[in-house]
């Protein structure tokens, strides 16, 4: 069974920066792109970045670019997203996850695999 545990949440005033981890331990892990979403109090679970196996390709939301960055170390089995300029609106519970495609995906049904979630608490 895949496990996926994310850390490096917490609290942090706007304009701060945090960097999330997902530990996996997937023996496929190095052949498969892998997401991050978040979910807000209230509102649907949405897509943030993916990065390709390769690290080659990266997507990310338009509400993130600039100032998040998904990278990963596949020696490691671990995933990461750079989250720097934060804003109050970054607030919110953040997902990692394992695709099912080797394309990037942004939609939640394209994964197959989620971590329980770490939080992101942003203060004005």
């Known amino acids: 069974q895949v496990q996926l545990v994310e850390s490096g949440g917490g609290l942090v005033q706007a304009g701060g920066s945090l960097r999330l981890s997902c530990a996996t331990s997937?023996?496929?892990?190095?052949?498969?792109?892998m997401g991050w979403f978040r979910q807000a109090p209230g509102k649907e679970r949405e897509f943030v970045a993916a990065?390709?196996?390769?690290?080659?390709?990266?997507n990310y939301a338009d509400s993130v670019k600039g100032r998040f960055t998904i990278s990963r170390d596949n020696a490691k089995n671990t995933v990461y997203l750079q989250m720097n300029s934060l804003k109050p609106e970054d607030t919110a519970v953040y997902y990692c996850?394992?695709?099912?495609?080797?394309?990037?995906?942004?939609?939640?049904?394209?994964?197959?695999?989620w971590g329980q979630g770490t939080q992101v608490t942003v203060s004005s």
């Open positions: 996850a394992r695709s099912r495609f080797g394309t990037l995906q942004i939609e939640t049904r394209a994964y197959d695999a």
């Open positions: 997937t023996l496929t892990f190095s052949s498969t792109a």
């Open positions: 990065i390709s196996w390769s690290s080659k390709t990266t």
